[in-house]
């Protein structure tokens, strides 16, 4: 599986953004698919999880209630809608996908993206 990711760009503080990512091959939809960033000088962090139906979707505390992930399996993509954007959440934003479901430890997804930047200014 070969994920592209895209959509990031730069916004202000409250704004919003939303990323997408494609996978190609057939068998996207039997992965889970997760979202990670990765500030400067920091560990790459769990951001949402869905499961391989969108039935099911996880969330890091940090981003609940404001971020919502969501998968079209007809077009083997996954997306990230970010609202109520904070500077904090300034990072290189990663797509995953996972053969496990729910998880959010980052050994247990399979694939990586290339990473898509976000900037968020106060």
């Known amino acids: 599986v070969q994920l592209q990711a895209s959509g990031g760009g730069l916004v202000q503080a409250g704004g919003s953004l939303r990323l997408s990512c494609t996978a190609s091959g057939r068998t996207f939809s039997s992965y889970a698919m997760g979202w990670f960033r990765q500030a400067p000088g920091k560990e790459r962090e769990f951001v949402a999880h869905?499961?391989?139906?969108?039935?099911?979707?996880y969330y890091a505390d940090s981003v609940k209630d404001r971020f919502t992930i969501s998968r079209d399996n007809a077009k083997n993509t996954v997306y990230l809608q970010m609202n109520s954007l904070k500077p904090e959440d300034t990072a290189v934003y990663y797509c995953a996908a996972s053969r496990r479901q729910l998880t959010t430890t980052r050994s247990a997804y399979d694939y990586w993206g290339q990473g898509t930047l976000v900037t968020v200014s106060s």
């Open positions: 869905i499961s391989w139906s969108g039935g099911t979707t």
